[in-house]
């Protein structure tokens, strides 16, 4: 006898029974590939106050998809690092020189993971922000991932910065 998974179906909880492709579904989905990715650039980096912010920033979204399976979930962690995420971008700015244009996402090993890490939470943000088109989403969820995609960028150019390696910017013409 087939589960109900194989049938293209999953359980949330407190919704019952719905299709893989349901917007909450994806979002999570969503969520737990750059949680995923995030782990995958903690692995990589060697400055330990990096590795520090990026285990807050796994935790962050382990809230977030603890908060998207079961919207009855506390976010008060949740917002208490948005505002350490609001500060890392502060401090790591006025560490970069301002941006002319726009850069390849490249340099060091590390940045690169981070660039792709920006790149999974600006999709994890749209489905976020798909999700909302149909039902509630509590306003610190999408602060979150859309300042989480900022200090990974941010995060990107300050690896590239310290391991030595210059930006290349884009040149349209």
């Given at each position: 006898m087939s589960s109900s998974g194989d049938r293209g179906e999953t359980f949330i909880p407190r919704v019952g029974r719905v299709r893989k492709s349901h917007p909450r579904v994806e979002a999570f989905g969503e969520v737990d590939e750059l949680s995923s990715f995030i782990g995958l650039a903690r692995s990589a980096v060697k400055d330990p106050h990096l590795e520090s912010i990026l285990k807050t920033v796994q935790e962050s979204l382990f809230h977030v998809g603890a908060y998207l399976a079961l919207p009855s979930h506390p976010l008060d962690k949740l917002r208490e690092n948005n505002e350490k995420i609001k500060n890392w971008i502060a401090e790591i700015r006025s560490e970069l020189p301002p941006l002319q244009r726009f850069i390849f996402p490249s340099?060091?090993?590390?940045?690169?993971?981070?660039?792709?890490?920006?790149?999974?939470?600006?999709?994890?943000?749209?489905?976020?922000?798909?999700?909302?088109?149909?039902?509630?989403?509590?306003?610190?969820?999408?602060?979150?991932?859309?300042?989480?995609?900022?200090?990974?960028?941010?995060?990107?150019?300050?690896?590239?910065?310290?391991?030595?390696?210059?930006?290349?910017?884009?040149k349209a013409l």
């Open positions: 340099g060091a090993f590390e940045a690169s993971l981070l660039h792709v890490c920006r790149a999974v939470a600006r999709r994890a943000e749209r489905s976020v922000a798909g999700l909302a088109e149909f039902e509630e989403v509590d306003e610190t969820v999408t602060t979150f991932l859309n300042k989480l995609s900022l200090l990974l960028f941010l995060l990107a150019r300050l690896v590239n910065k310290k391991t030595g390696f210059e930006e290349e910017e884009w």
